[in-house]
């Protein structure tokens, strides 16, 4: 079993920054990778980032440039910097962790940005 938990959302207006936290707990040996998804209200909920055990780091294109992912393991921690926002950028922000049992996946954290 892994827990995770996300924070850092908030409301910011377009062109600022949030950095968003996901905290691990439980199994977290058996973590494979870490992904960050955002799902906006009427849309499917979507990949925007993620980074493996071995520090790998994949984008979606529409956040490449402006969103940084990083992980703390002392920490057990992953990160979503995300700079430039733009009000297309509103969503709920979920934290899936994959793993040799299958994903799992934290409530989310809202992120608003205002035009």
């Known amino acids: 079993q892994v827990q995770l938990v996300e924070s850092g959302g908030g409301l910011v207006q377009a062109g600022g920054s949030l950095r968003l936290s996901c905290v691990a707990s439980?199994?977290?040996?058996?973590?494979?990778?870490v992904d960050w998804y955002r799902q906006a209200p009427g849309k499917q909920r979507e990949m925007v980032a993620s980074v493996t055990s071995g520090g790998s780091t994949t984008y979606a294109n529409s956040v490449k440039g402006r969103f940084t992912i990083s992980r703390d393991n002392a920490k057990n921690t992953v990160y979503l910097q995300m700079n430039s926002l733009k009000p297309e950028d509103t969503a709920v922000y979920y934290c899936?962790?994959?793993?040799?049992?299958?994903?799992?996946w934290g409530r989310g954290t809202q992120v608003t940005v205002s035009s």
């Open positions: 439980g199994s977290i040996n058996r973590i494979d990778a």
């Open positions: 899936k962790a994959q793993t040799h049992y299958g994903p799992y």
